[in-house]
């Protein structure tokens, strides 16, 4: 099974970029389903993208379609969200979530069997 841990988070002022990255334990990553998920204070845990196992699609939430970036490089075990034009109502704990198995939707928490333990991002206006 893999294991995910997260990494990059940090308090940037609005319209600043930061790169989050989610580092796998395990040999079978590259046949996982990757997302990143986020979760704001009294918010309950929200999709933000997702990516196939080989990276040939990507989704992405509305909210954050155009100014993120979700990237996989499957010999670093490792996905990126790269994240532009950052605005305050991103200010959440991000968490990398991966699925062997894809149940037809990216977008459901339950989608996912594996999580990693989240890293705060806060952006200042």
């Known amino acids: 099974q893999v294991q995910l841990v997260e990494s990059g988070g940090g308090l940037v002022q609005a319209g600043d970029s930061l790169r989050l990255s989610c580092t796998a334990s395990g040999r079978t990553f590259s046949s996982y389903v990757l997302a990143w998920f986020r979760q704001a204070p009294g918010k309950e845990r929200e999709f933000v993208t997702a990516i196939t196992t080989n990276g040939g699609r990507t989704y992405y939430a509305d909210s954050v379609k155009g100014r993120f970036t979700i990237s996989r490089d499957n010999a670093k075990n490792t996905v990126y969200l790269q994240m532009n034009a950052l605005k305050p109502e991103d200010t959440a704990v991000y968490y990398c979530?991966?699925?062997?198995?894809?149940?037809?939707?990216?977008?459901?928490?339950?989608?996912?069997?594996?999580w990693g333990q989240g890293t705060q991002v806060t952006v200042s206006s």
């Open positions: 979530a991966a699925t062997a198995s894809y149940s037809g939707t990216y977008v459901r928490t339950n989608a996912y069997e594996r």
